[in-house]
Nanobody, 117 residues
Framework: QVQLQESGPGLVKPSQTLSLTCTVSGDSITGNSFYWSWIRQPPGKGLEWMGAIAYSGNTYYNPSLKSRTSISRDTSKNSFTLRVTSVTPEDTAVYYC?????????WGQGTQVTVSS
């Protein structure tokens, strides 16, 4: 059974870079045909897909966030990392990593990130 676990700081100052890592167990991020995604939910708002890294290593981003977002992976650790630059309080959200085939079928528990000075 695949498991995903987010990790990273819960508090980031404005203008800094947010960095979160998702560690995967029970599946290989380079195997099969899955897309490994980052999704966030700001307080009182809906889910927002941020981007994904495919099993091939190709990356895909939400156009509205593309200029500030990057996703990379460490195959030796079976993990993938989200970076968001120049954060503002509007980036405050619960951040989730998830696996997608046709659907998002496995999710991490989510991690709260607050942007505040």
């Amino acid at each position: 059974q695949v498991q995903l676990q987010e990790s990273g700081p819960g508090l980031v100052k404005p203008s800094q870079t947010l960095s979160l890592t998702c560690t995967v167990s029970g599946d290989s991020i380079t195997g099969n045909s899955f897309y490994w995604s980052w999704i966030r939910q700001p307080p009182g708002k809906g889910l927002e897909w941020m981007g994904a890294i495919a099993y091939s290593g190709n990356t895909y981003y939400n156009p509205s966030l593309k200029s500030r977002t990057s996703i990379s992976r460490d195959t030796s650790k079976n993990s993938f990392t989200l970076r968001v630059t120049s954060v503002t309080p509007e980036d405050t959200a619960v951040y989730y990593c998830a696996r997608r085939d046709i659907h998002f079928d496995s999710w991490g528990q989510g991690t709260q990130v607050t942007v505040s000075s």
